[in-house]
Each structure stands twice: as structure tokens, then as C-alpha cells.
């Protein structure tokens, strides 16, 4: 097979545009090969050596073969000597031979060209399943996506694979991604992209299709507990818990609705938004199978409705808008790591002082490590030399969790700051929840949406000592009895 193999490229090496086709096709494929077996045992993982590999190599594979029927039609041109020619006058007379199954010459390119085949097929192939590794998604494009792929490699679904959220199943929703990425190319190449990067409401595939392939509506029902503590900006930085009773009940197990009863099956929900930027709710639908049974508008936007570009139908990404690429709240990420344990809060005013180095502009991350690093130093210096010099570890080690959080949740480079991305998951600042239930959207007889916040949660502690505070029996002296009282009786259903 060697020596056919040979023969044959010597054969149709008749000039130099052949020639550079055989060196061409032949250097792309042993190259090909040398990286490919690396990757496959885990060796290569780096985005960009993936490209080369799958997109270039079979890319100059392909314009090899090319060259090599050019360069034989340019040479029949020269000299009259087609290819049939040109084989019978270079190769021995029994490789051309006429046979029963074809001369031998003949059997040898047909196995050439189904191996061609094959290696471009497969090529193919392993090109699509990189191109869909969260890998790629999150570096090829670092500057761009570096961000979304911090934020990823921390979050919940850090195992999941970006194209089951974002691409979804089906033929339809494959080519529709193809084409987005095409865009997101082209965008890139010409610094077309906006920064931040919008969030991609109007992209995603339906929740049907994405998040409910794990998470479905028949498994929303009874109440989930939260427990969290948050640090004061006092000296001590004092914590406080609060914890509540979450009903994430759909009411379709228990007949008792709670949060998922937005998405649960004998109910719908239809809304409008100002611009479909779903921030500003102009109205909504309340449906009961195709029955529509209650309709709020919020007058204070009547001016609006132009803006209308239709209904959407409520699903998971109305409220989990940031269930993977969380960016966090500067007070609530600092609160995070000093519950683990990862800032002392024997150092005074730790807290308050990190959330003023960390919440400071800074041109890029370089400066704003180092800022933040000569900041707290100068700090404890100035203010509690004993402490700068008997805790000097523990301000390094809470120097380092500060710039990890600086790190994971701002990026000058794409203009994301803190507040860029809001979370709708619950009601901070204003949005969330309140962007439905607030006294601007009225139904017909004037009453508006309950905000009633034993709705979704019942609240056994809420900035207190006590991480159930409210279930423990209530201090008549004190002046929050009535709202303990009243809170203890909700969750253990003695109003």
C-alpha cells in the first residue's frame, strides 16, 4: 500500500501546483493526527489548538485535494496529457490493467477517496462536538466571553454544557446557533458587539425545551428552607440571619400555590413589557387552560403601549434570568465568605472597608487588585497598627477574598459593573417579583397583584440573632411581638 501510495503521488506530481497539493494535503492530515491523539487523551484542552485541529487543518486538507486536479487540468492544458494518460504513462502497465473489478490503479484512488471521505466526515464531526464543549464557548472568544465564563465555572450548572441551555434540541435549533455564531464571528472580527454584552432573552430556546429537561413542573410542590447570614458594618461586622420558608409549590400535588404556580399546568401567565425588555410590565394575563380569566394593566405606562411588540408566556427565565452566569451583589459576596470563614471578623470594620475597596471604579483588574491590596494595608496601619501587625495573615487572606470577588464580578474591559446583569430570582432593588406585583398594574375592580410576602415565603428570621427567630415564643416587652407573633402563627398555620 506504501509503495502505491507513492507511485501515485509521483505520478501526479507534474508540476509545481500538484506537487504543493500532495505536500499540503498529506503534512495537514500527519498534523491533524499528531494533535488529535493528544486531545483525546486529555493532553490538549486549550480552545484555540481545537480550532486548528478541527476548522483549519480539514480547512488546508480540502485545498490540498484541490490543488491537485488543478494543477493536472493546467498540465493537460500545457501538454494534451490528461489524467488517464498521465497514469498509464507513469505507472507499471499491470497497475492500470483493465480488470474484472476495475484496474488496480483505479481500486487504489477509490480507497483513497472513501479515506478522504472518512477523515473529512469525522473531522466534521469532532469539529461540531468541540465547537459545543463549554471550552470553546467560554475561550476561544476570551475577551468577549471571559466574563460568562467566570461566572459559569462557578455556578450551579458548571457541569452542564452551554449548548443545552442556549441551543436546545432539534434540527431547527442546530442551524438557528450555527447562524447566531456565524453573527457572533462576524461581530467579533469587525467590533460590532456591545458592551456589556446584552443578555440574550430573545435568543433562548423556550423552557420546555432547556431547563425543564431537568427541573420539571411535576417536582414543584411543598416549600424549600433558606438560611443565610449577612454581616452588619459595624466594628464587629455582627452577623444576623434570615431564613425563610420557601413555597415553590405549584399547587397542581397540593392544591396549595405557591412561586411555580406561574408555570404550572392549569394555569398560564401572559405579559407585555416596555421595548419586550420584560423590566417594565405594561400587562398581564391571567389563563386558566385557553380561558382567560383576570387582565392588570398598569395605567402608569398607558403611555407606553405602543411599545407593545406582543405577549410572551411565562416560563423559568422570567425570574431565574441569571440561573448560570450569576453575578453577584458586592454586600451579599462578602457576606458570603465570611460565613465560610474566608475574612476574620476579628479584623475591625472588615466588612465595611471591603465593601468600600471593592464597590471603588478602577480602570482594569491590575489596579484594582493592587489598590485594593494598599487600601486595607493602609487602613489597619493608620487606624489599628496592633492589628495591621498581629493579624497581618489574616488582612492578606482577606485581601486575597476581596480581589476574588472584584475579579469574578467586574470587568472593565467589557464594562460590566456592579448591577450590570440584575438577578430576578427574588426582589432586590425594586425588581424581580415587584416588576408584577406592585400597586401600578391594576384588573378591573382595582386590585392589583398580591405582594402580600407570605405569598411565596413564610419569614422565620429576618436580620435577627436567632437563625429561627420567629418560631421561638415572641418577647411581649419587645416592640416587634406583634410582628413575631403574627409571622410565628403564618408558618405554623394558627392565624
Keep these: 500500500m506504501k509503495d502505491k501510495y507513492l507511485n501515485f503521488i509521483r505520478a501526479v ?33 486549550n480552545a484555540y489548538l481545537g480550532l486548528i485541529t478541527y476548522l483549519t487543518l480539514p480547512l488546508i486538507f480540502v485545498v490540498g485535494l484541490l490543488l491537485i486536479p488543478a494543477g493536472i487540468y493546467i498540465h493537460k492544458k500545457e501538454t494534451g ?66 466574563p460568562e465564563w467566570i461566572t459559569y465555572q462557578s455556578s450551579p450548572h458548571a457541569r452542564v454544557k452551554c449548548v443545552d441551555c442556549h441551543v436546545g434540541e432539534g434540527v431547527d435549533a442546530l442551524v438557528d446557533s450555527k447562524l447566531n455564531g456565524a453573527w457572533q464571528v462576524i461581530s467579533l472580527t469587525f467590533n460590532l458587539y456591545e458592551r456589556p454584552i446584552p443578555t440574550p432573552v430573545h435568543q433562548l ?7 425543564e429537561k431537568c427541573h420539571w413542573p411535576d417536582k414543584f410542590y411543598g416549600a424549600r428552607l433558606k438560611s443565610f447570614q449577612r454581616f452588619g458594618l459595624d466594628k464587629n461586622s455582627t452577623p444576623a440571619w434570615t431564613t425563610l420558608n ?46 382567560l380569566i383576570k387582565t392588570y394593566k398598569n395605567n402608569a405606562l398607558s403611555s407606553s403601549s405602543d411599545n407593545i411588540s406582543g405577549f410572551r408566556t411565562m416560563d423559568c427565565v422570567d425570574c431565574h434570568n441569571r440561573a448560570t452566569h450569576i453575578y453577584e451583589v458586592p454586600e451579599h459576596a462578602i457576606d ?57 495573615e489574616d488582612i492578606a487572606v482577606a485581601v486575597t477574598a476581596f480581589q476574588k470577588i472584584y475579579d469574578r464580578n467586574i470587568h472593565p474591559e467589557m464594562n460590566i459593573e456592579w448591577g450590570s446583569y440584575p438577578d430576578h430570582s427574588g426582589h432586590e432593588n425594586g425588581g424581580g417579583c415587584f416588576r408584577c406585583h406592585n400597586r401600578d398594574l391594576k384588573d378591573a375592580d382595582g386590585k392589583s397583584p398580591s ?24 418577647d411581649k416587652n419587645s416592640k416587634d411581638s406583634l410582628v413575631h407573633e403574627y409571622l410565628r402563627a403564618e408558618f405554623l398555620n394558627e392565624k
Design 246 to 291: 420557601l413555597k415553590i409549590d405549584s399547587g397542581e400535588q397540593t392544591g396549595e400555590a405557591g412561586i411555580h404556580w406561574h408555570v404550572s399546568k392549569e394555569y398560564s401567565v401572559e405579559y407585555s413589557s416596555v421595548d419586550d425588555e420584560r423590566e417594565e410590565i405594561i400587562e398581564i394575563r391571567v389563563l386558566k387552560g385557553n380561558e
Design 336 to 392: 458570603e465568605k465570611m460565613s465560610r470563614g474566608e475574612i476574620n471578623r476579628k479584623l475591625p470594620f472588615i466588612k465595611r472597608e471591603g465593601l468600600y475597596a471593592v464597590s471603588r471604579g478602577y480602570s482594569d483588574k491590575e489596579t484594582a487588585n493592587q489598590l485594593i491590596d494598599n487600601y486595607l494595608n493602609r487602613f489597619y496601619f493608620n487606624n489599628y497598627p496592633d492589628i495591621a501587625k498581629n493579624y497581618s
Design 81 to 146: 496529457i490528461g489524467f488517464r494518460d498521465l497514469i498509464r504513462n507513469k505507472l507499471p502497465a499491470d497497475e492500470t490493467e483493465k480488470r474484472f473489478s476495475g484496474s488496480r490503479i483505479f481500486n487504489f484512488i477509490a480507497v483513497l477517496t472513501f479515506v478522504n471521505v472518512i477523515f473529512l466526515g469525522l473531522a466534521s464531526m469532532r469539529m461540531l462536538s468541540f465547537m459545543d464543549s463549554p471550552v470553546f464557548c467560554g475561550t476561544a472568544c476570551h475577551s468577549v466571553m471571559s
Design 451 to 474: 405582594y402580600d410576602c407570605n405569598s411565596c415565603h413564610s419569614i422565620l428570621a429576618y436580620d435577627s440573632d436567632n437563625i429561627m427567630q420567629f418560631l421561638m415564643p415572641p
Design 205 to 211: 430556546r423556550p423552557a420546555r425545551e432547556t431547563c
Design 13 to 45: 506530481s507534474v508540476n509545481r501546483l500538484t506537487r504543493s497539493g500532495v505536500a499540503v494535503t498529506t503534512s495537514s492530515f500527519i498534523i491533524f493526527i499528531m494533535l488529535e491523539i493528544p486531545r483525546l487523551l486529555g493532553i490538549l484542552t
